[in-house]
């Protein structure tokens, strides 16, 4: 069975900082790439950050700079160390593990970690 479980959500302040992990079980996490999204009420799912397989990693425009995602294979961890954190950040926070080996595609997601950001 497959579980993705996030934590380190929280509530922190406006120039406060995160970070949040996804453990991984279930699967061979090493050949998945790893995406954290985020959904901010009434709004759309929106991509955060995403690291491949071979640890190459790309950012949402607004995230560049203040986000920085990473991964540890050998604890089949995701991390996304979140800072300067703003009020618009406040969202649910999903990880997202992706393996596509055509015509195959696996996807599994967790439930998701609330972070508020307020003063």
């Known amino acids: 069975q497959v579980q993705l479980v996030e934590s380190g959500g929280g509530l922190v302040q406006p120039g406060g900082s995160l970070r949040l992990s996804c453990a991984a079980s279930g699967i061979i996490f090493s050949h998945y790439t790893m995406v954290w999204y985020r959904q901010a009420p009434g709004k759309q799912r929106e991509l955060v950050a995403t690291?491949?397989?071979?640890?190459?990693?790309n950012y949402a425009d607004s995230m560049k700079g203040r986000f920085a995602i990473s991964r540890d294979n050998s604890k089949n961890t995701v991390y996304l160390q979140m800072n300067s954190l703003k009020p618009e950040d406040t969202a649910v926070y999903h990880c997202?593990?992706?393996?596509?080996?055509?015509?195959?595609?696996?996807?599994?997601w967790g439930q998701g970690t609330q972070v508020t950001v307020s003063s």
């Open positions: 690291i491949t397989s071979d640890g190459s990693t």
């Open positions: 997202n593990a992706v393996y596509v080996s055509t015509p195959l595609r696996y996807d599994y």
